[in-house]
């Protein structure tokens, strides 16, 4: 049990942990890339990973920066092209668990990544959705992991990328969904989970040292606390360096390369 | 039958003002030599398309180019923003940019129903989402088995759809190996193509009976510029350069500093420019 | 995850009374050891699945398991009828079979429909042809975009897929290189597979970043019969014996000699003994 | 020019020479097979040859005798899956030229190689259409390959497997076919074309030392010559000697393989 640790580093080792070594999960980049690949290198050795580029269980030895990385498909067991990532593998319902991050997001877990105003205004435009939309609805259950912000964790998206548990209730059964929806948000401060019947986002565990008060003033929406919050458990010392190295491993690779001069 | 030709008579023959234009490459292989290429020779009003529109599209986007552009992803991957693209959005720089909007679902099915030769494609798609709200090309069709409505969205056929590949044979044969993306189906797609590569070689080889070939007579144009991919990469032959993808943003944020850096490293440069990045890397591992 | 166990216990676990039934494989890799097991244990009412059914669906039919039959092509590829399909389609011997009969281009876009999880396929097909007629599982959709009319048909999933492939490593993994047909489709497209393969490796080893691999998560049964393809081929490993594909055609003209053959070769026979056809071809030039 | 050659040698040698160098081909099992391979070999190297199990460029050294041997497989550019090949590469309009046999045509080359009699009670069930319906209406062309005879070419198809010119004049352009359906039918005896306007099936060709009368005998339905009928060149020598030689390697690979109880 460590004491000294950042609070993204918790939020990395918690969301590793909700993963476990059966799982077929489709990594998003970022925050999600990294936490997969901690649980890949600590309880879930064989965690099948997949990145939407169409590498499928591929074992990164530093973190890509793109999810087209050379390194995914260096150390993939096999590549495909990406209609059939997206026709047999995602909408084909073999993915156990979608990991996705946001710019924005709501108390039902929809999320925004595409842009802030009016869409044919915008003031600010974000990348768009990518393969978000349909991860969301064709994976077995979702997993989030952003940090909590008030910019971040908002009262009303301007736009909702891709569906989360919509309305709340039973709104993605009404849809005709099948699969569970984000069933987790892994946060910097705390992990959420919707509520079994409102669908609304519920703060279930904190993490160390965190006060109840930082949590509410940094969501954008009056935050609800379940019946029973537990402390989440500290980063071990295997998690911590694990991540540590991994991060320190990918720092090192993305250095380097020239200014279009000359290359890498 | 594919052509062998330099890539500045293949750009020249085979790109034309309005043209919907795919560049095509999901991180690995985009076609960076061709694009420049394009940009030298002043192609005007394109109608651009490609899943990740990434630093590529930015600079054709920032050098006004394009008219607009179909899309599901425009960022630059890992680090932020495509700056010259969000410039046309918001504030129109330097010219407006029509937008339609897609998830990455969408986009493969499209390619893959134009390679097809169906007229629209359909998907589990956009459940809950907004896009259809502000896309009138996200339509849906109805099973006529069981009554479920799914998504549908038109082909892509693009004009002419470029892309970059490890090695063509001296018929003009293609592979591609590594991360292949959608390239197969955008050249399967297009009325023209071009394909730029890193070697050209006597015996194709393919390393496996279904490696990823495109058969000379699929393709139109052949052009070899080695290094073609940089800052991208080609499996086998050189690595992505991460680091001049986290440099771009410097770059690109300033109209200025945008402008100055294409002119030095487009506008003044060749195709033979791109060599020095196939030259400089370690040796090949394919 | 895929459970490595004896080929007897794989049919024994995954295919039931009444199952639709795909055991695929477009004259590559034909499963026949599998299918000789499903005959020894005696599965019944089985409703058939295949693209090309050639000979083992000729055994499955004459030896009475199958209901109906889901196909494209029926016929002994270069030789002529098949004599025990025709035996029960002309005279319901031994018992009547239910046809559902397509196109091979809507059956391979059915397969790939069933893999992709759609409810059913679309393609450009059966223009002017008769089946449409005679088989009400063949309608229409309307492109939402074009207004274009095309030839629908529901999406195949079958409850088991039966293919022989080249080669799984010990966690499951499988690998298949050559004539790959529609076998990744059809164990997709199924609720539960099952995969004979040649070898069992330490290592998967893939010639190459896209090769067709299936992982041990997307398959129920990986069993070790060498040799299990036979008189089909594995590429790489011993070929295709045309010799026997002639020769069945005078075995299956007659019911006795039909059935006096499946006594001797199936009947009282072991999934071993397809290892003797491994064992005396040529070195392997995989 | 060689006066000693069958029939059927006649009939292989006419088809090959109407592919050329340019041509994708798409080629049936049989007849069409050896034609397109001889063409291959004589005047057209560089024939793209195209079997439906997904080998493309393939160049056999022996013909096949499935649409899957290895030997195909072996000898091609690339090999790809059946979806594919349906979905790409035929209805994706790739192919130049579709060579196809059949049980029975009729006097607009529509074939037939499903049933004899009723489709519910067939006298004789055929093997059925396999890629025939799409390769009929999705490639540039159609070259048809069989032998003459009034059992094979009737008045009325009992069962239309794949269109040819279906009831004559502009039926293929009123179903929305933009493709020109079967251009010539390479017969034993002669060669006939579709007439302009009619289309229907006219000798316009017939081959050395082959009577008219023979030809009308051996029709189901009363055969039209076109105006000019010329007489097909004879077999050259190499010719021939490529089709024996081919032949001859065919024969013996194909023999060999014990009963069931020794393998090849």
Known sequence: MMTDFTPTEMMTIAAARALSNDDVCFVGIGAPSAACNVARLTHAPDITLIYESGTVGTKPDVLPLSIGDGELCDTALFTVSVPEMFRYWLQGGRITTGFLGGAQIDRFANLNTTVVGPYDRPKVRLPGGGGAPEIASNCGRIFITMALSKRGFVEKLPFVTSMGHGEGGDHRERLGLKTKGPTRVITDLCILEPDTQTKELTVVSIHPGVERERIVENCGWPIKFAETVIETPAPTETELSVLRDINARTKKAHEGAGPGKEAA | ?286
């Open chain 2, 1 to 286: 039958m594919a052509r062998i030709m330099s890539l500045t008579d293949a750009v020249a023959e085979n790109v034309r003002d309005g043209d919907t234009v795919a560049m095509e490459g999901f991180t690995h292989l985009i076609p960076y030599a061709a694009g420049h290429e394009v940009i030298r020779q002043g192609k005007k009003d394109l109608f651009l398309v490609r899943m990740t529109p990434d630093i590529l599209y930015d600079q054709l986007i920032g050098v006004g180019a394009a008219r607009g552009m179909k899309f599901s992803w425009g960022g630059n991957p890992g680090v932020g923003s495509l700056h010259r693209f969000r410039d046309a959005v918001e504030n129109q720089w330097p010219r407006p940019l029509a937008i339609e909007e897609h998830s990455h679902a969408a986009m493969a099915n499209a390619y893959e129903a134009g390679a097809a030769n169906l007229p629209f494609a359909m998907l589990r798609g956009y459940v809950g989402a907004d896009l259809p709200k502000v896309n009138s090309n996200i339509k849906s069709v109805t099973c006529p088995f069981t009554g479920e409505v799914l998504a549908a969205v038109p082909a892509i056929r693009p004009d002419v759809t470029i892309i970059h590949a490890q090695r063509a044979d001296r018929k003009g044969n293609v592979l591609l190996e590594g991360i292949v993306g959608v390239q197969k189906e955008a050249v399967l797609a297009a009325r023209r193509s071009i394909v730029t590569v890193e070697e050209i070689v006597d015996e194709l080889s393919p390393p496996s009976p279904n490696s990823v070939v495109l058969p000379t007579w699929a393709v139109t144009a052949v052009a070899y510029v080695p290094g073609g991919a940089f800052p991208s990469y080609a499996h086998g032959y050189y690595p992505r350069s991460n680091a001049f993808y986290i440099r771009w943003d410097e770059i690109a944020r300033d109209r200025q500093t945008f402008t100055a850096w294409i002119k030095e490293n487009v506008l003044d440069a060749r195709p033979e420019d791109f060599a020095r990045y196939a030259a400089t890397t370690s040796a090949k591992v394919a």
